[in-house]
């Protein structure tokens, strides 16, 4: 008499699996890709060193504003500090910055007060109760005098010396420099009224015998 196949769930699981390892199956589903998630990471030997903090062993280039330009010797001074402080390249930018800043603070200073004078005197200029209210007139005499000098270069350096010092906004300047223009510059056209009566004979006139011997006598009219 066969043996009967148990019942028993775990008969059955042994029945299909018996059944399922001696019937070979064809199987239709692809195979799935594993997910990027289950892929292995970077490997200890291609990951990136990090880098350590302080000084690196040569200074990069230290960046500065344009217009500014740092000395060689300066900047090799300062990396020798940094790198004696320890510091990294970044801090070191940092004081870089301050003092390229500070720098440039100090450059423009002069000028800020000479541009603050200049516009101090265009101010007085316009207020000054002798030529403030004259000023396009002081400026035609000054400028006419300037080319009386009939040198065009002499005239020309010399506008560029008072634009480049500023002395042609110097009330005291323009002042004095147009009393000087009015005595040099020609004076206005003067109408005649014709001969004098006392020496000069009037057109088509006849001199006596007297004016004839003496052309200077008066006539005495």
């Given at each position: 008499?066969?043996?009967?196949?148990?019942?028993?769930?775990?008969?059955?699981?042994?029945?299909?699996?018996?059944?399922?390892?001696?019937?070979?199956?064809?199987?239709?589903?692809?195979?799935?890709?594993?997910?990027?998630?289950?892929?292995?990471?970077?490997?200890?030997?291609?990951?990136?060193?990090?880098?350590?903090?302080?000084?690196?062993?040569?200074?990069?280039?230290?960046?500065?504003?344009?217009?500014?330009?740092?000395?060689?010797?300066?900047?090799?001074?300062?990396?020798?500090?940094?790198?004696?402080?320890?510091?990294?390249?970044?801090?070191?930018?940092?004081?870089?910055?301050?003092?390229?800043?500070?720098?440039?603070?100090?450059?423009?200073?002069?000028?800020?007060?000479?541009?603050?004078?200049?516009?101090?005197?265009?101010?007085?200029?316009?207020?000054?109760?002798?030529?403030?209210?004259?000023?396009?007139?002081?400026?035609?005499?000054?400028?006419?005098?300037?080319?009386?000098?009939?040198?065009?270069?002499?005239?020309?350096?010399?506008?560029?010396?008072?634009?480049?010092?500023?002395?042609?906004?110097?009330?005291?300047?323009?002042?004095?420099?147009?009393?000087?223009?009015?005595?040099?510059?020609?004076?206005?056209?003067?109408?005649?009224?014709?001969?004098?009566?006392?020496?000069?004979?009037?057109?088509?006139e006849v001199p006596s015998a007297a004016q004839a011997m003496y052309p200077n006598l008066p006539t005495g009219r």
């Open positions: 008499m066969p043996a009967r196949i148990p019942t028993h769930p775990i008969g059955k699981l042994w029945s299909w699996k018996t059944a399922s390892s001696s019937t070979p199956q064809t199987s239709t589903t692809p195979t799935e890709t594993p997910s990027l998630a289950n892929q292995p990471g970077e490997s200890l030997a291609n990951q990136k060193t990090e880098t350590a903090g302080g000084a690196p062993e040569v200074y990069a280039t230290w960046n500065v504003p344009d217009g500014f330009q740092l000395d060689e010797t300066v900047s090799k001074e300062i990396g020798g500090i940094f790198k004696g402080l320890n510091l990294s390249q970044e801090q070191g930018q940092k004081l870089v910055d301050f003092y390229t800043a500070k720098t440039a603070e100090s450059a423009n200073e002069p000028y800020k007060v000479w541009q603050e004078t200049q516009e101090q005197w265009v101010k007085e200029v316009k207020a000054d109760r002798e030529i403030g209210h004259k000023l396009n007139e002081v400026k035609t005499t000054i400028s006419r005098a300037i080319d009386g000098l009939n040198d065009p270069k002499l005239a020309s350096a010399f506008r560029e010396a008072m634009d480049f010092t500023g002395a042609g906004n110097n009330p005291a300047f323009i002042k004095a420099f147009y009393k000087l223009a009015q005595m040099v510059t020609e004076g206005g056209h003067v109408a005649g009224s014709g001969p004098s009566t006392a020496s000069q004979r009037r057109a088509g």
